[in-house]
């Protein structure tokens, strides 16, 4: 364990900043620190008064925003155990993850609680609105009467006046359970990651001393935060810190983004790749392809020239006022992490996963390496399950502070996740080279075993074809022994271009013929299918790829 508590470090962020601006909702209410420490007291009140102990479940489902951060600060700093749920789960994941993680509080969205069913969650005691933390269901008699008591008996115990000098919060070991994290991974269904507060301190600190931030910085927070990437690092890192964290809570559509990050300015950007790709692909790709620019970029004078325009305008749309772009949460395209880093953009991959709370690996973007994940970071230990960890892909295993404790009621799935010796199995496949960059290689369930015993990494063959006009994204499956491409077309532009079904199922066709003369015989595609709509994804964009596995025919 560390010595370094995680509870600790939230109040001291808070007594530091105390009048700093802490949270705010985009272009909506905003808390300074002092502030929300007065939210948290509050919510520590009503807990007090509803008789939820220590290490008993709190659930939270709702998008991002002010009052979602103050329940889930206030919940791990009275020693109770959040259980963020993705507000894009359908009702009955919801009543599933409710019932599953034993919660006996929740705090929902009011247009989500719409939808729920109270019966369906028998042993939740009372329901807060995410809204106003008002009560919209009890159980217990009282429960409306402890909420309306609240508002002028919450800071009793600091003779009803609070400065940061008498602020204390309980003394919560790190040992402790924080979070079960119920998580939509690509190889199955949901199981709730048990997260301590070690975990969630590793994370933190290995932040505070690696990634550019200070007191008063800006964070734009638009990934998901009941997803660990960005809660631990759009949220609890800056809050840490002193920063000021503004969350965005509506779909994070890349011309959403753009505007806001205009707006707000951030000093440090965390993305998935799916949104970088985006932008590459709709604004960088077809401006560098268009005459003369496509003639003068093969001309190294020109070349520098076009290039360093295209940086500045790509910094000035990130708000131009950024240290870093950390992308992380799924595989980047290689033709878009070839050309950042042609033109000197200072971006750089990390690599995590939900059951490490989530950081594995990262290095800053001006010392890693071009296609690697980063350096194993400080409280874990990595190594490859392979004989030549250098040259033969094995997968990636995880040993160290941030490791989850297992799975919630699933000791099965736990024994194949982390071994006798504590090793955490991450089912991802990659090599170490002998600096100890970490290279990542592909999933170790989604790879196909090739006719001829040739392994093959699916998410190399659907890199080169994303890459294609008229692709929007592809997913690669193993059908009978045959490699086959499920393809959801770049509708905008093919309705723009007034193609009809077949004419897009000729344009797949010619792609196919042109994507497999770069691939080796073994990994030729045998054919494409259009896929109606985009492929069902985990909230960092990666592809739940059990949905469309299609077993070997007999």
């Known amino acids: 364990m560390l010595n370094e508590n995680f509870v600790k470090i939230l109040e001291t962020s808070i007594k530091k900043n105390w009048n700093l601006p802490s949270l705010s909702d985009y272009e909506g209410k905003s808390l300074s620190y002092g502030k929300v420490a007065e939210n948290i007291l509050r919510l520590h009140y009503i807990f007090h008064e509803c008789n939820v102990k220590k290490g008993d479940k709190i659930a939270l489902v709702g998008k991002n925003s002010v009052n979602w951060t103050v329940v889930y600060l206030a919940t791990i700093t009275y020693g109770a155990v959040i259980v963020p ?7 009955d994941d919801i009543h599933h993850i409710v019932n599953h993680s034993d919660s006996v509080l929740l705090f929902a969205l009011d247009s989500i609680y719409e939808n729920l069913d109270d019966e369906k969650m028998p042993h939740i005691e009372g329901i807060f609105s995410l809204g106003d933390f008002s ?40 040992k402790d359970l924080a979070a079960i994290v119920y998580t939509s991974g690509t190889t199955g269904f949901s199981k709730g990651v048990l997260l301590n507060h070690n975990s969630l301190t590793a994370n933190i600190l290995y932040a505070q001393k690696n990634m550019p931030l200070k007191s008063g910085d800006n964070i734009l927070s638009f990934m998901p935060l009941a997803h660990a990437y960005g809660c631990a690092f759009e949220f609890l890192f800056p809050f840490t810190l002193g920063c000021h964290v503004t969350l965005l809570g509506r779909i994070p559509s890349p011309k ?40 003068l970029i093969k001309t190294p004078i020109f070349s520098k020239i076009i290039n360093k325009k295209i940086k500045a ?44 709370g989530p950081l594995i690996s990262y290095c800053a973007w001006n010392k890693t390496k071009m296609g690697s994940v980063g350096l194993a970071i400080d409280y874990v230990d990595v190594k ?46 990659g090599v170490i080279d002998k600096d100890g960059f970490i290279y990542i290689r592909g999933r170790a369930k989604s790879m196909i075993l090739g006719a001829s015993g040739q392994n093959i990494y699916p998410e190399e063959v659907e890199a080169k074809i994303n890459n294609m006009p008229y692709v929007q ?50 990994i030729s595609i045998s054919s494409i299918e259009l896929y ?23």
Not at 146 to 161: H, P, R, V
Not at 407 to 428: F, M, P, R, S
Not at 486 to 504: M, R, V
Request: glycine share 6%; aromatic share 8%.
């Open 85 to 91: 749920i993705l507000p894009d789960f359908n009702p």
């Open 135 to 174: 009560v919209i269901h009890q159980k217990k008699k009282n429960l409306f009467e402890i909420w309306q008591k609240s508002e002028n008996k919450f800071l009793a115990k600091y003779n009803n006046t609070l400065n940061p000098d008498i602020l204390e919060f309980e003394n919560i070991q790190n």
């Open 256 to 295: 959403i983004i753009v505007q806001a990050f205009q707006k707000i300015r951030p000093q440090l950007i965390l993305s998935v790749p799916l949104i970088i790709e985006k932008i590459y692909k709709k604004q960088i790709k077809p401006a560098i392809e268009k005459m003369p620019a496509k003639l």
């Open 313 to 356: 305008s790509l910094e000035t749309a990130f708000g131009s006022n950024f240290h870093e772009l950390v992308i992380g949460g799924a595989a980047l395209n290689d033709e878009v992490e070839t050309f950042l880093t042609k033109i000197g953009f200072p971006f750089t991959i990390g690599y995590g996963m939900t059951e490490c």
């Open 384 to 429: 490859i399950d392979s004989d030549d960890p250098e040259n033969t892909v094995g997968e990636i295993l995880v040993k160290g502070e941030n490791v989850m404790l297992g799975y919630y009621k699933n000791e099965q799935a736990t024994n194949e996740t982390i071994d006798k010796d504590g090793w955490l199995h991450t089912g991802d496949l």
């Open 473 to 522: 994204e592809s997913l690669i499956i193993d059908r009978a022994g045959k490699i086959v491409a499920l393809i959801y077309p770049d509708i905008e532009l093919t309705d723009k271009e007034g193609l009809s079904e077949s004419d897009i199922q000729a344009k797949m066709e010619q792609m196919r013929k042109e994507v497999n003369k770069d691939l080796p015989s073994y």
């Open 532 to 554: 109606p709509a985009e492929f069902e994804k985990t909230p960092t964009k990666k592809i739940k790829r059990f949905l469309y596995t299609i077993p070997h025919a007999n």
